[in-house]
């Protein structure tokens, strides 16, 4: 978490790799590349592959690795980092709070750093794998003020993270329109992904405010692009 806000503290943006653990095959297509992003995520709505994915990406990379679970099978105490998120927008206790009721104590027990992150799920114009998993309507990217409203009842909640999230494989990345509206009353690191598929829509997301961008589709697909997302994100912010 240090390194997350002492980037935000210096204006430095980070990229982070979205690796799904269901998909050994992309780490190998990725591997060349997994020393480039500034923090590599693991996580997915289905995945019960974590362990094993976190100790292949140890092979490859000397990059944070943060856990970013969705559901409690895909926790590992070999990452870094655990994403201890909220799905601000769930709508029974099965999403909102049971999971993590269920897995608490094993957390504390393993001393990893648990980073509590409220993760808000925006309409990408495609039905995402989240919120197939979670019952979890999306909220209408028209709909700014209550994505405003509830990043700021994360913040005042206590989360130390706030992620705006398209789903997997957006059709429509969050807009810079929002992201502005969010950073605006956030104080927190924000966190953005889903549907960014060009260094141009990972720029704007930047400029509107956005800390961290997250990719993970796209680069499964073209792993080679990860070079030129963080020469131009480089050229643009620096290190």
């Given amino acids: 978490m240090q390194e997350i806000l002492s980037a935000q503290g210096n204006a430095r943006k980070l990229l982070v790799v979205l690796i799904d653990p269901d998909k050994p095959v992309a780490i190998e297509a990725l591997s060349p590349h997994l020393c480039l992003p500034d923090l590599i995520f693991v996580g997915g709505s ?3 592959q974590t362990e094993a994915c976190v100790t292949q990406l140890r092979q490859y990379t000397n990059r944070p690795i943060l856990l970013f679970p969705g559901n409690i099978a895909q926790f590992t105490p070999t990452a870094d980092a655990l994403l201890f998120l909220t799905l601000l927008n769930a709508q029974t206790p099965d999403v909102l709070i049971n999971p993590h009721v269920q897995v608490a104590q094993e957390v504390l027990r393993s001393g990893i750093e648990s980073i509590p992150m409220g993760y808000i799920l925006v309409d990408g114009e495609r039905k995402s794998s989240v919120e197939m998993a979670t019952n979890c309507t999306p909220i209408s990217q028209k709909d700014v003020d209550t994505i405003v409203s509830m990043a700021v ?21 969050v807009s ?14 924000l966190i953005v992904g889903g549907g960014i ?4 829509a990972m720029l704007r997301a930047y400029e509107a405010g956005a800390d961290m961008v997250v990719i993970g589709n796209h680069f499964e697909q073209y792993p080679d692009e990860i070079a030129d997302f963080v020469r131009i994100k480089q050229d643009k912010y620096g290190e």
């Avoid at 992620?163 to 990345?173: D, I, K, M, V, W």
């Avoid at 810079?176 to 690191?189: F, K, N, Y």
């Avoid at 598929?197 to 141009?200: F, M, R």
């Fill in 153 to 173: 009842a994360g913040q005042l909640l206590g989360k130390s993270l706030i992620y705006l999230e398209a789903g997997s494989g957006a059709h429509t990345p």
């Fill in 176 to 189: 810079p329109d929002i992201i502005r509206a969010v950073r605006a009353q956030l104080q927190l690191p």
């Fill in 197 to 200: 598929t060009t260094p141009q």
């Fill in 46 to 48: 289905t995945g019960h």
